[in-house]
C-alpha cells in the first residue's frame, strides 16, 4: 500500500487559522451578553415573586416612598423583551 501524498506538517499560522475557526462553533450566535434583570425575573418561579409583586404595585399606585418610580426602559431591553 503505497499512501497518494505525504502528509505534511501544519505550520504555526494554519493551526492558529484553525483553532479560530474551531472556537467559533462553540459561540452562542443567538444575542450578544447575557440576560437582562428582567429576564431574569421572568424565568424566576412567580410563586417566589408574587408578594413583593403585588406589595410594590401597591406602593405604586398609592405613591409612596419605596415604591421605584417608572423607569424609562432602554432600547436593550426593548430587543431583549421576548427572549428567555
Known amino acids: 500500500l503505497v499512501p497518494e501524498a ?9 493551526r492558529k487559522a ?6 467559533e462553533k462553540f459561540q452562542l450566535k443567538s444575542h450578544g451578553g447575557g440576560k437582562t434583570n428582567a429576564e431574569k425575573r421572568r424565568t424566576k418561579n412567580y410563586l417566589m415573586v408574587q408578594k413583593k409583586k403585588s406589595h410594590l404595585a401597591g406602593l405604586k399606585k398609592r405613591g409612596r416612598p419605596g415604591a421605584a418610580p417608572g423607569k424609562q426602559q432602554l ?4 430587543r431583549k423583551r421576548r427572549r428567555l
Open 6 to 14: 505525504v502528509k505534511r506538517r501544519t505550520t504555526v499560522e494554519e
Open 18 to 23: 484553525r483553532n479560530v475557526l474551531d472556537r
Open 75 to 78: 432600547k436593550r431591553d426593548k
